[in-house]
């Protein structure tokens, strides 16, 4: 079924369903593979969810990992009741687009207040986008005016938006 539901965006090599070593269940996601790059293009149009795989048995240390570096924001808690308790200045935007430029992400959200910090994320290796990035804002206040929307569309993309979680 998975193959099937992907084919209608490119022909689709392969797939595989994660599954817990020790039960054989499903995790609950999966990753897939198409022949042609645009294939991601048009899948990527779409609202998902991206996010770096992580196995549970290396989770506290990925964190500590990422709490050390940079990227201490990563790390987005997906209960919105928790994150709606969290007053910050960063925001993490999800699904940017591979051509969009760090002027480019900026200009787009410097309608909701003064930004001090931006950082498109590219790969370490390829120095290609990761498809995410950071804005700080000088105030609290900027990321909550940026919240009153999850989707911004950016460049022609629909891109979602979180508070960084420290």
């Given at each position: 079924?998975?193959?099937?539901h992907?084919?209608?965006?490119?022909?689709?090599?392969?797939?595989?369903?994660?599954?817990?070593?020790m039960?054989?269940?499903?995790?609950?996601?999966a990753?897939?593979?198409?022949?042609?790059?645009?294939?991601?293009?048009?899948?990527?149009?779409?609202?998902?969810?991206?996010?770096?795989?992580?196995?549970?048995?290396?989770?506290?240390?990925?964190?500590?990992?990422?709490?050390?570096?940079q990227n201490?924001?990563?790390?987005?808690n997906?209960?919105?009741?928790?994150?709606?308790?969290?007053?910050?200045?960063?925001?993490?935007?999800?699904?940017?687009?591979?051509?969009?430029?760090?002027?480019?992400?900026?200009?787009y959200?410097?309608?909701?207040?003064?930004?001090?910090?931006?950082?498109?994320?590219h790969?370490?290796?390829?120095?290609?986008?990761?498809?995410?990035?950071?804005?700080?804002?000088?105030?609290?206040?900027?990321?909550?005016?940026?919240?009153?929307?999850?989707?911004?569309?950016?460049?022609?993309?629909?891109v979602?938006?979180?508070?960084?979680v420290?």
């Amino acid at each position: 079924m998975l193959k099937d539901h992907f084919r209608s965006y490119g022909n689709v090599v392969g797939s595989v369903i994660a599954k817990d070593r020790m039960t054989g269940n499903p995790r609950g996601f999966a990753f897939v593979s198409f022949s042609d790059a645009s294939a991601l293009d048009k899948v990527l149009g779409r609202m998902v969810e991206v996010k770096k795989a992580v196995p549970r048995s290396q989770q506290n240390q990925y964190l500590h990992e990422q709490n050390r570096g940079q990227n201490s924001y990563f790390r987005t808690n997906g209960t919105k009741s928790y994150d709606m308790n969290i007053r910050t200045k960063k925001i993490f935007v999800g699904g940017l687009s591979a051509n969009l430029t760090e002027d480019d992400f900026k200009f787009y959200f410097e309608k909701y207040g003064r930004i001090t910090d931006v950082v498109v994320m590219h790969d370490n290796v390829t120095h290609r986008p990761c498809g995410f990035g950071f804005i700080t804002f000088e105030t609290k206040d900027s990321v909550e005016d940026v919240m009153q929307k999850n989707f911004h569309e950016l460049c022609g993309k629909l891109v979602e938006v979180k508070r960084a979680v420290p």
